[in-house]
């Protein structure tokens, strides 16, 4: 028998909701702007928007959210995700619950736990029982997969590892750790540190790309640039890709879990970061553990994360 | 009703088997030199040897044992013990039977592995359900114990905490790892970063007592020399203290796992390493897993590796 939920992915920018079959995946799927500013009541009331238009008949018996924040032990409630103004702590489950006038389960999860979830179950991730999900966007995510489940730590803070340090001494992150590996790949940082290396190098593609004193260099523009042959912009995407090996290296040695997984939209960047992080990891990882380590690419788009999100439900139900 | 079962602590030095009472704990416990030289056949009579002494009657229902080297997933075999000359993969279950002539479970399981279960049912873990365990001796050896279990990752081999690196530009451990933890805390590693230092400074208590040009150096020494208050052997605990703090905070921010329990012979060195860890963790923790951060001392001695290796078999009966 087949069950129908719903999964949303509730974004900085929009809401995606997916009405998802446990048998045959996703049945259709609804887009929203997210509009973060009008703060918290009006985005709640967003994604229960969201959810009756792709369901107005409401035939689903339970709804998995993916949101940025950190998420509670219970997964009803999350904190202060980033860029969403005024948000402290709200109960997802229960707001929404009272908007759609009905009592049915409802599970919240950090996003990348719920694009790693996704991942495990529709993307690279289908052949491998355990893996590490990293997503290179805005800052650096992770997921740590272990039995086809989320690994979630004590509190359900798990796979920081975009705060993870690979220089005691390094750079400080946003988080106020030397050495994060977000301090290196995250995006503003990497646009800094790609600015401060090709203002002193002889003008190339970047260069007349990017504006006038390279001001509107982004790591989008840096992989046009790339693409495009810029060995400068090549050169800064290996560097970004050697450090990402070496914080990979450390996670592995850590957990024993040999498949990598990326997702997020920086890599986009592809084979540009990747193709170093496949080399520095291996330099990395204690000989005893290097056998089948790899790092894969996630192909699969963004309703990866709407299919995660209601993975959770399918998974309480199972 | 209770259960009686053998838990085993094989060292590079001495064989240690305690007869263990499930309700009790350790009712007694007998100890012979492992004569490793001799190699593998000789160190599993040995083995047997010593469990026969224990209890000639056999009156026990199982046998763990705790042993150097990585476990294969069935936790029967152990491969490249270091100090175990001659072994390469050897069948430790099997060999036992045989030599036992009785067909009982015996498993075998990692000796870092062996204290952190033995500390969460018997030491300073018995608090928490999830707890991160660092061993320093010669190496840095680690554990990671989540719902009162050992966590293994994919093949057993989880918790190289001694090979994550805090420096992905620095110095270079056995194993190839830049900046692994433990080529600071290493024993030689910390002697010889103590020589290097202290050959340029000018003489103080750990100069008269290591000899000529600081040849006899060890941390031994050194922790002799800083509890007589040399301002220059506390240092550099400090220093080490520091790094290993640095390390942690990266393990933390992966697993969120916030209790750390620090045993292993060079934790005599007690606070003299662990205050400044205790400072540096907070540092590298990102702020969302920074409560109920802790680092703790394991004070309870070698019994607890004897009791870890006989909770293998308890779990398994349980």
Redesign the interface.
């Known amino acids: 028998m087949s069950t129908t939920v719903v999964g949303v992915d509730l974004g900085g920018t929009s809401i995606k909701a997916g009405l998802v079959d446990s048998r045959t995946g996703l049945i259709r799927s609804v887009a929203n702007p997210t509009e973060a500013l009008e703060g918290p009541e009006h985005v709640l009331d967003r994604v229960a928007q969201t959810i009756r238009e792709l369901d107005p008949e409401h035939g689903y018996v339970g709804i998995g959210i993916g949101s940025p924040g950190?998420v509670n032990l219970a997964r009803t409630t999350i904190?202060s995700p980033p860029n969403f103004p005024r948000w402290h702590k709200q109960n997802l489950s229960e707001a929404l619950q009272q908007r759609l006038g009905r009592e049915l389960p409802i599970l919240v999860e950090n996003d990348a736990n719920v694009a790693a979830l996704g991942s495990a179950h529709f993307g690279a991730g289908r052949p491998y029982?355990?893996f590490i999900m990293v997503t290179l966007g805005t800052g650096v995510g992770?997921a740590?997969i272990v039995n086809n489940k989320i690994f979630?730590?004590?509190?359900?803070?798990?796979?920081?590892?975009g705060?993870?340090?690979?220089?005691?001494?390094g750079p400080v992150a946003r988080?106020?750790?030397?050495?994060a590996i977000e301090a290196y790949l995250g995006q503003r940082f990497l646009s800094r540190h790609a600015r401060d290396r090709l203002v002193a190098l002889p003008p190339s593609r970047i260069h007349e790309i990017a504006g006038e004193g390279l001001r509107d260099l982004t790591p989008e523009l840096l992989y046009e640039a790339a693409i495009q042959g810029d060995t400068n912009a090549v050169e800064i995407f290996s560097w970004a890709g050697h450090?990402l090996g070496?914080v990979l290296?450390?996670?592995v040695?850590?957990?024993?879990?040999?498949k990598i997984i990326v997702g997020g939209g920086q890599s986009a960047a592809g084979d540009l970061i990747l193709e170093p992080a496949r080399r520095?990891i291996m330099?990395?990882?204690?000989?005893?553990?290097r056998e089948g380590v790899e790092i894969i690419r996630e192909m699969r788009g963004n309703d990866i994360a709407q299919l995660g999100a209601a993975r959770l439900i399918l998974d309480e139900l199972a």
Do not use: F, Q, W
Not at 283 to 289: I, K, M
């Open positions: 950190a904190s029982d355990h992770g740590i979630r730590g004590s509190t359900g803070g798990a796979a920081e590892i705060h993870m340090s690979i220089d005691y001494e988080s106020g750790v030397a050495g450090k070496c290296a450390s996670a040695n850590l957990l024993d879990i040999r520095s330099r990395g990882v204690v000989p005893a553990l």
